[in-house]
C-alpha cells in the first residue's frame, strides 16, 4: 500500500537495495515504520547538479510549446493515479484521505495552470530614443533551483515550486521532506513516466541542514526557494545571500481571524472552524487568533466549539474520519506547551487540551479562551489543532492587535458591511487576506507573506515571475 522510496537523479530511480543509510518513515496514526528512504551521499548530490546543468540546457532550448505538453501530461498522471498517490500521503502525513485527495487534485490544477502560463511569459518593446534603435525587455529562466519543501503539504508544495520552475524553463533538484517522502516521490514519477528529459527534475532527501549546506554553496545554482519554518528560512536566506542567489520564502505564519459583530457569528464560525482543523492545523494559512467583538462572541464560541467537539479523530485511511493525527511527536509536545502557557496565564479551556488515545499523535481539536494577547498561542505559530478566541471591542484596536506580531501571511474577517470589508482588507499587514472567504490560495493567484513571514510568492503570473530574470537588450 505505500510506495518504494528512492533518489531520482538523472532520470535514475536509486535506492541502493535498502541498504543505504538513511531513515524510517513512520506513520503517524500508529507510529510504526512504513519504509526505510535512502539519503544522498555528497557524491549523489554532486551527480544531481551536473544532471541539472544538463537538463537545463536543454530544457531551457526547449520551446514553451512543448514543454507545456509534458506539464499537462504529467498532471493527467496525477489526476489518473490520484487514488493511490493519496492512501500513500495519508499514511505517512495522517491527513485524511478527503484531504489528500484534494490535494493531489488541486497539485495537477498547478501543474497544468503552469503549463498555460508558461506559454504566456512575454517580453516587451520599449520605443527607442534615436531613430532605427530597438530596445527589448525579454525574461529568461534563472537557472538551476534548489528547492525545499516541507511536511504538512508533501504534494502540493512541492507541485508549486515544480510548476513554476519547470514552466520558466529552469531544472530543479527538490529536496522535498524525509518524514513524508513517499507521494513526492510518486508525484515525481509522474513527470518522469510523462517523458520529462533526464537531469531537469532530481530528488533527493538527506539531512536537511547538509544538503542545503551543500547545494546553496555552488555556483550554478542560482535559486533557492523554501517553504518552512521563519528560522530556517532566515538561515537559509544568509547561504543565499553569499553567492547573490536570487529566495522565494514562504514561512511561518499566526493568522487572524477578525469577526465583526455585523457579521452572522455562526455562519462565520462554520467556515474557519472547518478551516482551522483541516490537516490538524498544520497548515501556514490555517486561522490562528480569533478575534471576535463582544456583542456577537457567545454565539461564534458555542458554535466554533461544536463543530471542533463533533470531529471524528482516526487513522485518515478510515471511513468517517475528519482529523487525523499530528504529522510527528514534535507537534504534540508543542500543543501541551500551548496549552500549559495558556492554563497558566489564567485561560481556560473550553473544549479538548489533551492527547487522544494511546497509539499514535492524536491532539483534540481544543478552543482556548481569556487568553493574554502575550501568551505563548497568541505570539507563536501554533501549528495544531488549537484555536484562540478572544474579544475585541473597536476597530483599531482589533488592526492593531492583529498587526502586532512579526508574522503576516494570511488574514481573515467577517463582514456584512462594504465599508469594513473595504477597511480591513487595506489595514491589515498581511499578504493574503480573506475577506468573508478563505480562498486564499488557488493555482492562478499570488501566495506568499511580508514581515518575517516570507518574501515572494508562489502561484499566479508572479510565482512563474519569481523563476523569470529579466533582460534589457538595446539594439542600435
Ligand atoms: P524545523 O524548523 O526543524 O523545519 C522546518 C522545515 O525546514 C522542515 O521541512 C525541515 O526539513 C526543513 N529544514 C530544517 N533545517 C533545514 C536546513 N538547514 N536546510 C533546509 N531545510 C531545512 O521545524 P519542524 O518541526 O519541521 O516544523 C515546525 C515549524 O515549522 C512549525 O511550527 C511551523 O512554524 C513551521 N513550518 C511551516 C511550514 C509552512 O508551510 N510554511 C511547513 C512546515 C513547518
Sequence with gaps: MYTDLALYIDGKWINGGGNRKGEDVLNPATEKPLAHLPHASKADLDDALEAAKKGFALWRATS????????????DLMRERHDAISKILVQEQGKTYVEARAEVITSADIIDWYAEEGRRSYGRIVPGRAKGTRQLVVTEPVGIVAAFTPWNFPVLTPARKIGGALAAGCALILKASEETPGACVEMVRCFADAGLPAGVLNLVFGVPSEVSEHLLAKDAVRKISFTGSIPVGKHLTALAAKGMKRTTMELGGHSPVVVFADADPEKAADT??????????????????????????????????????????????????TMGPMAN????????????????????????????????????????????????VMTEEPFGPIAPVVTFKTFDEVVERANSLQFGLAAYAFTTSTATAAAIGDAIESGMVGVNSIAVSTPETPFGGVKESGHGSEGGIEGLGAYLNTKFISQG
Design 272 to 321: 474557519i472552524a472547518a478551516f482551522k482543523y483541516r490537516n490538524a492545523g498544520q497548515v501556514c494559512i490555517s486561522p490562528t487568533r480569533f478575534y471576535v467583538q463582544e456583542d456577537v462572541y457567545k454565539k461564534f464560541l458555542t458554535r466554533f466549539t461544536d463543530y471542533a467537539r463533533g470531529l471524528k479523530l482516526g487513522d485518515g485511511l478510515e471511513k468517517g474520519i
Design 329 to 376: 511527536s514534535r507537534r504534540i509536545d508543542a500543543m501541551e506547551s500551548f496549552v500549559a502557557d495558556a492554563k497558566s496565564r489564567g485561560g481556560t479551556v473550553v473544549t479538548g487540551g489533551k492527547r487522544h488515545g494511546n497509539q499514535g499523535y492524536f491532539y483534540e481539536p481544543t478552543v482556548v479562551t481569556e487568553v493574554p494577547d502575550d501568551s505563548k
Design 64 to 75: 514553451a510549446y512543448d514543454r507545456a505538453k509534458i506539464l499537462r501530461k504529467a498532471a
